[in-house]
């Protein structure tokens, strides 16, 4: 593994104002370990052999600590700037050196680690690639290292979505329905815990 290689940017920075359960959704145990839905979301990205950085808030950061070394843990500052373009500038900007950057957000524990490098693998030919499942269009997102410097630029909750539009994409096409599948309620949580506990071990016995 070198730095030179593209970096994953998870996000997990945002307020989850639709999820009304106690704790923030990131907080919340998934799976037959228990692990939280953001170090769910980690170990995926982990596996890959590629950087991980994720950029969250002080509260959250604890779940991050656990797996990624502290120079890989961005904070948004209290009463900072908010938004998902100020998310992705943070991350990319704590990872600048790497040779693009994946965009990963925290609350989708379902994509696989495989899916990541499919994306990853698209960016030695095109300048964007995302994932899309059945011609679905989902996440992550991929950057070649030449869209550094607009990604520093991003600010406010559109995110990346302009630089998608304005350049050309390339879809990837994996077997992974998890790409399109986040937690912003309740309902989406019990959907994700159903889903991981029918793959189990213990279900397939």
């Not at 104002?17 to 979301?41: C, M, N, V, W, Y």
């Amino acid at each position: 593994m070198t730095d030179r290689r593209p970096a994953i940017v998870v996000l997990a920075a945002g307020q989850g104002a639709r999820f009304k359960g106690p704790g923030h959704k990131l907080e919340q145990s998934i799976g037959p370990d228990e692990r939280a839905l953001l170090g769910s979301t980690l170990q995926h990205a982990i596996e890959t052999g590629l950087r991980v950085v994720v950029v969250t808030k002080p509260e959250l950061a604890p779940l991050a600590l656990g797996q990624l070394a502290p120079r890989d843990v961005v904070l948004m500052p209290p009463g900072g700037p908010v938004g998902m373009g100020h998310s992705i500038a943070a991350g990319v900007g704590a990872a600048g050196d790497a040779e693009g950057w994946l965009i990963q957000p925290g609350d989708m524990p379902l994509i696989q680690s495989d899916t990541m490098l499919a994306v990853v693998r698209a960016l030695d030919q095109f300048p964007i690639a995302f994932a899309q499942y059945r011609g679905r269009r989902g996440h992550p997102v991929g950057f070649s290292a030449e869209f550094y410097s607009e990604l520093l630029e991003l600010s406010g909750d559109e995110g990346a979505r302009r630089l998608v539009a304005r350049y050309p994409a390339q879809p990837v096409e994996v077997e992974d329905a998890g790409v399109l599948v986040d937690v912003d309620t309740l309902d989406d949580l019990a959907r994700v815990r159903g889903s991981l506990a029918a793959f189990s071990p213990a279900a397939s016995r």
